[in-house]
């Protein structure tokens, strides 16, 4: 531990130019920290400086300390006096300056798979009592329509889009929420505060999550320093070279399914196995509608077969066995919940903690943290992995991290990852897909993320421009972590009407800038043979794996919504235009409603196979393309 009052110089990655965007800063000098008193300084010349003044929220004294732990890297450690004491917050405040003169805007990220993310013009936070940012989005699923302008979860990077950047992230999220905050002129970072205590004994110390710094002219590669930060704390999962490709029930069937749909469908995966011209599809995944009530995981009526048959038949067919769960929450129409009336988190009032998923049900939260409770929840997964399930899509797992009372005095994220510690055990070798997952408190414990909203509805079932242009712009936000936190999942493919080709196209490109999964939507049986032929072609699903870069990715700032629907009302997100991979392929992607002008990089675009020079192009409302090198 170093002393609170010691000085300490950190060297962090020197930043080349902003994303291929030539108006963009260049040569920023190496960026430094310094611990000064008891607050930070980030530092890169002319490029910019930020300085963090500390604030301790609580009761009785604590001392403040920071540890080094690595490139950039410091951990704020709190120590009780000889009373003891109760922690409830930490915050870092001060004032930053960037280099450029256009107006700057935060790339941030909302706190679970759902949440907004993205770009948005840097606008100031709302501030509470203690003057402090008020973020929102960590409560149910319902929540996300609370996340706040001005703030990031997890972390957040500031920057001039003809300039520079600064960017202030947690490394892990094993103790407390953490937050970023900015206005044009001042910066927060916030640990805790969200109803998270813990109080401390006379003399006992609080290892906080620890703090990665950076500024530099490039914001991707101060993302990338980042995810490289957090891979070294909290190691991933192993991925294998590329993500899975497949196909799931929920966009053609929705909570309708039956067993005699599921079996259609496979009968057809089977069949295009045996087509040389088609990606193969590795994964088959059921999704919500199988079971008998969420957290009675056993076949409905609609599946009499059994689920370990269906599982077996899958395997049979040459695919992996994929099930949809939503383990932490339980009906409260099943037997379950009636017969052990302590298995439930209640909030801080003691009334159990309730969610209706829109009306659909009524549900409560297991607490992991009771032991016969946390077990059960672990051996409802560890049952449908020795059917066969081998590929889990685990949902709702926000719930995992709510504040609330629990049979262990812990905090929300604690519960977190004691709960996921649990599920990982009992999934053993299974790949977990987290969906409805805060971010960073995630890393570690699955192989895929989702990383957006639904990309359709029961309500409003069918593709949607505003749907996808929403999905892309949160996927665009996070691409950053494919490959280094799990693979991104960017939500199914969907490509049946009222997709024309040339909207179908650009939602293939959207898959394939994401880098990520590719599972397919539609029902297989009625699919179109061309938008077949589009949604497994070889070339484009190759491209996974990779991670895309956007040209100029502060340039496209987009209005903080409440949900993809409501982008169907303001049709305000923007998508980057132009991204490179690392292969050499060049996309194109207009995703607005609006025609627009692109330079095109010419050779032979891989979806048509036309031929062209480079030239400028003008791409339609929904048009993508993909240029080979």
Known sequence: MMPALAALALLLSCQGPQGGDDTAAVGCPVATVQVVGQGLSLSAGACGELLLEPRVLGEGTLTLAWAEQGEGVVQPVLTAGEDGATWTGLALEGTWTLDGAQDPVLLRQGYQSWSW?????????????????????????????????????????????????????????????????A??????????????????????SLALDPLFLDLGADPLLLLDAWATAVAAAVPPRPLGEQPPTGWATWYQYYSEVTEAEVQQNLAVAQ??????????????????????????WTAGDDFPSGMAALAAQIQDAGMTPGLWMAPFYVSRDSATYAAHPDWWVKDQDGVEIRFSNLGTGDYAIVDATHPDAG????????????????????????????????????????????????????????????????????????????????????????????????QARST????????????????????????DPVRARGAVVAQAVSGGAWLLGDDLAALPEDRLALALHPAAVALRGQSARPQAPLSFPSGLDASPTVERLVPDDQVPLRWTFPDGTVALLNLSDDPVEVDGPGGVELLTGEQAAAAPRTLAPGQGELWGP
């Open 271 to 296: 069949a295009l196995a045996s087509r040389g011209d088609l990606a193969p599809l590795q994964v088959f995944q059921l999704d919500d509608g199988w079971q008998v009530r969420w957290g009675d």
């Open 183 to 204: 206005d044009p002129d001042t910066a927060w970072v916030v640990w805790g505060h969200r109803g998270e205590e813990i109080t401390l004994a006379a003399g006992q």
């Open 375 to 470: 077990a059960w929840m672990a051996q409802q997964v560890a049952d449908r992995v020795a059917e066969g399930w081998t590929y889990l899509k685990l949902d709702f797992l926000y719930a995992g991290a709510q504040e609330g009372q629990r049979h262990a005095d812990v905090t929300g994220i604690q519960a977190y990852q004691h709960g996921m510690a649990l599920l990982r055990e009992a999934a053993g070798d299974a790949w977990v897909l987290a969906c409805g997952a805060p971010l960073l408190p995630s890393v570690g414990w699955a192989e895929q993320f989702r990383t957006g909203a639904d990309i359709a509805f029961e309500i409003s079932p069918d593709p949607d421009p505003a749907y996808l242009r929403w």
């Open 117 to 181: 993310s993205g770009v948005e013009a840097l606008v100031g936070p709302a501030l509470d009592g203690e003057g402090l940012p008020v973020p929102g989005g960590d409560g149910d699923g319902l929540s996300v329509v609370d996340e706040a302008p001005g703030t990031s979860w997890w972390g957040g990077l500031v920057g001039r889009p003809d300039g520079a950047s600064f960017l202030l992230g947690a490394t892990r999220a094993r103790e407390s929420r953490v937050y970023v905050a």
């Open 476 to 499: 665009a936000a996070r691409s950053f972590t494919n490959g280094r936190w799990w693979w991104v999942d960017p939500d199914q493919l969907i490509l049946r009407e009222p997709f």
